[in-house]
Nanobody, 127 residues
Framework: QVQLVESGGGLVQAGGSLRLSCAAS????????VGWFRQAPGREREFVAA????????DYTDSVKGRFTVSRDNAKNTVYLRMSSLKPEDTAVYYC????????????????????WGQGTQVTFSS
């Protein structure tokens, strides 16, 4: 079992930055691929970014490429999502998710591929 806790959300202005954190329980965090998803009001939860267990492979949805960066520190059992140049359409609840994988360089984009989810952290754009 893995428990995930997100933090770092808040109120941001145009062009602002935030760093979200996803802290995980467990001893072998490096065997878990992690994804970030977001859900805006009235919309489906969508993929944002993913990182392999080793941290060597990453993937992003097109709308955040060049603005968001996913990284991890396996010694701290934590995955980060650095968000910059924030836009109103980035407003959402952000969730991290994890799944065990034997393949240290694999990442996953689909919600159905993840077994563990955090409770979410709210990112709100302020004009």
């Amino acid at each position: 079992q893995v428990q995930l806790v997100e933090s770092g959300g808040g109120l941001v202005q145009a062009g602002g930055s935030l760093r979200l954190s996803c802290a995980a329980s467990g001893r072998t965090f490096s065997t878990y691929a992690v994804g970030w998803f977001r859900q805006a009001p009235g919309r489906e939860r969508e993929f944002v970014a993913a990182i392999s267990g080793s941290g060597g492979s990453t993937d992003y949805t097109d709308s955040v490429k060049g603005r968001f960066t996913v990284s991890r520190d396996n010694a701290k059992n934590t995955v980060y999502l650095r968000m910059s140049s924030l836009k109103p359409e980035d407003t959402a609840v952000y969730y991290c998710a994890a799944r065990f994988t034997y393949y240290s360089n694999n990442y996953y984009r689909a919600k159905s591929q993840y077994d563990y989810w955090g409770q979410g952290t709210q990112v709100t754009f302020s004009s």
